[in-house]
Structures are given as C-alpha cells and as structure tokens.
C-alpha cells in the first residue's frame, strides 16, 4: 500500500465499522429497511426529500464546487425565496462572492471555514438572484439590492466538525456524528480527494468508490453526503457506503464512477481515508447568535510541496 502522501486511499479495518457477517446477497438497497426489522441495521436517505424540495442534483457552471456543496446545504436547511416556478437553489456564485469578501485571501471559497466566514457576515440569496455567468471571477459583485436580502436573511449556525488541516482521514466519531445528522435529516458536505477511475466495490444495488487510482494523480472535490447504508459483513469497503451528492446534473454519467441520477457512492473505508473536511448547518435556538468561525492557516502553508491536487476543491 502506498502512503498516504502518495494519494492512495488506506483502509477503515481499525477504526471498527465493519458490521456482523450477513450474505452479501441478503443485502437491502438502501431506503427500504425499515428501522424495526430483525436486523436493526440503520440507514438513512434524504434524496427523496431532496427531490420533493426541487434541489437535485444540478451542473456546476462556474463557482468552486465547495460553494457548491455549501450552497446547497444552505438551500435544503434555510429557504430561501424564489421566483415563482424557480428551482430553490441558493446562489453558489453568491457563496464564492462572500468568501472572498470575507476573508480577503486569493484561495477564498476552497475551504469550508473561509465559506462559513462569508455567509455568517454576508447571508445568502436565491440563485436567480445572482446566477452563475460564465467563468467566476473576483471582479464580479453583486449589487446593493442583492447584498442587502443576503445581509438581512437570518442564518444557519454551522458546524465545521473536521477541518481542513491538511492532512486527510476521519475517527469513528467523525463517522458517527455524520450518521447522527443523516439521522436527523440535515444533509453535510465533505471536501474530499479522488481520482478518475477508482477502484469500486459492488454491492446488491450500486457500486461504491473503495480505492484511488494509483496510477493518476488526485484532485479535490467537495460533494454532499445526503444517506448512508451499513452492509454487514463487509470487510471490503468498511462496512457499507455513503451517498454522495454531487454537481455534476442529474443526467451526469461517469462510468468509472457509475452513478445513479446524479449522486455517486463512496464506501465507508474509502470516505474514513479520504475527506478532508466537514461541514453541516443546522437553525440557530431562539436566543442564540451565530458563533465565530477563527481564520485557519490555507493548508499549503502547512504541506509546501504538495500539489494543488491536495490543497484546492477546483473540479477537474
């Protein structure tokens, strides 16, 4: 196995999430256990949900694809208003905007403590308030009308529960909180690296990411992680999968990735490896204010030589 400065994803066998030996063939896709059945195996699935709401999957057109896992964290946790017959996505161009406006740096937006600083000074808008055109640029702001709704829209508190440090890996209490919140329904994002072609795992109903392909170089990516499914028995891929939502559209269609109506899958061995952040937004309690997110060192000022591949979130 290669280290971990050399891109390949290591193995989740010690941190305990294997589940209880089961045929593979006996396995439930996911979304159709019921929580009382004799196998108590728990699950969860926000994409139906998430279709009921409008927010599927849709194509990254300029912005970086940590605004765009945060924007859409931000459009399924707060509405946000809309024209009439418009999808309810929040302005991931939006969200690029008020990272950059609020940390004042060149790598604004490829972090998710550098998106949570502007969205907690600057809010955020619908898309159709400021869409995407063309490519992103820092020359390009929003006008006082869009500013001021973004400004007076109340906030999400957001929590930043593994940071960008420049390292990658997960405990199992990373793993159980992400679990917790599926639980509750409230979608995360995850800020990971991938390569094209990785190795899959199969399982009853989809094929999930087990391993980075050593023989390409790796590049950031941030998705949502919107369910999970414990496969017992499975020693492979760590005990199971998680659904990843991705900003590819709906019709997006990688066959080294083989997804299913724009979402993909990464297995628990392959995620615990591989993330280097995490993310969720949950309502603020009556009383309470939104906390302070602390400025964090951009991880090439801890890792010198790494290539880009490792420190941004820019989609290949």
Not at 206 to 224: E, I, K, M, Q
Not at 273 to 286: E, H, I, Q, S, V
Request: aromatic share 10%; net charge positive; charged share 15%.
């Amino acid at each position: 196995m290669l280290s971990r400065r050399s891109l390949l994803a290591g193995s989740l066998a010690t941190a305990g999430l294997a589940g209880a030996a089961l045929a593979r063939t006996n396995t439930p896709t996911l979304g159709k256990i019921k929580p009382a059945n004799t196998l108590n195996i728990p699950h969860a699935d926000l994409r139906p949900e998430i279709a009921k709401r409008g927010l599927i999957p849709r194509l990254q057109r300029a912005s970086l694809c940590t605004s765009y896992a945060s924007a859409f964290l931000i459009a399924y946790m707060q509405k946000l208003d809309n024209a009439p017959g418009v999808a309810p996505y929040a302005s991931a161009e939006y969200v690029s905007w008020a990272a950059l406006g609020g940390t004042k740096t060149a790598n604004a937006s490829s972090r998710f403590d550098q998106v949570v600083q502007g969205y907690y000074k600057w809010g955020a808008v619908a898309e159709a308030d400021f869409p995407a055109e063309g490519e992103f640029t820092t020359a390009r702001r929003p006008d006082p009308r869009v500013i001021d709704t973004g400004m007076s829209q109340w906030r999400l508190k957001a929590d930043i529960f593994r940071a960008n440090d420049g390292s990658y890996g997960l405990q199992p209490a990373h793993i159980a909180k992400i679990r917790d919140y599926l639980d509750k329904g409230i979608p995360i994002a995850a800020g990971l690296r991938l390569t094209e072609s990785p190795s899959l795992v199969d399982y009853a109903s989809v094929s999930a990411v087990l391993g980075l392909n050593a023989g390409l170089s790796s590049y950031g990516h941030s998705v949502g992680i919107v369910g999970y499914q414990d496969i017992p028995g499975d020693t492979e891929g760590g005990g199971g999968y998680f659904v990843a939502y991705n900003h590819g559209g709906p019709d997006w269609d990688n066959p080294g990735f083989k997804p299913q109506a724009g979402y993909f899958f990464l297995s628990y061995a392959f995620f615990a490896a591989n993330t280097a952040d995490l993310l969720a937004f949950t309502p603020l309690a009556r009383g309470e204010s939104v906390p302070a997110v602390p400025p964090m060192p951009h991880p090439a000022t801890l890792l010198p030589d790494a290539p880009m591949s490792m420190i941004g979130r820019a989609r290949k």
